[in-house]
């Protein structure tokens, strides 16, 4: 099992900056894959970014030059870097944990808002 918990999420204007974190636990020897998901009001939830333990990156176009994804495999930490933010960024961002950059794997954190004001 795996244990993903996020932190960061908060109340940004548009233009500003937000990270985000998410902390790994338990068998962490088994995430090749380590991504960012976020869902809006009445929307399905969709890739931000994702990224392999070697550095291969996959982002969605939407936030291409303005977000970036990182990790510390030492600390098993992921972080996602969130600049030029629009309200449209607005959502409950996901952790999530697998083998794949375009599709989510079975663990999930908690979720963290992040809200843009226009």
């Known amino acids: 099992q795996v244990q993903l918990v996020e932190s960061g999420g908060g109340l940004v204007q548009a233009g500003g900056s937000l990270r985000l974190s998410c902390a790994a636990s338990g068998s962490t020897f088994s995430i090749n894959v380590i991504g960012w998901y976020r869902q809006a009001p009445g929307k399905q939830r969709t890739l931000v970014a994702a990224?392999?333990?070697?550095?291969?990156?996959n982002y969605a176009d939407s936030v291409k030059g303005r977000f970036t994804i990182s990790r510390d495999n030492a600390k098993n930490t992921m972080y996602l870097q969130m600049n030029s933010l629009k309200p449209e960024d607005t959502a409950v961002y996901y952790c999530?944990?697998?083998?794949?950059?375009?599709?989510?794997?079975?663990?999930w954190g908690q979720g963290t808002q992040v809200t843009v004001s226009s």
């Open positions: 999530n944990a697998g083998l794949s950059l375009y599709y989510p794997g079975n663990y």
């Open positions: 990224i392999t333990s070697g550095g291969v990156s």
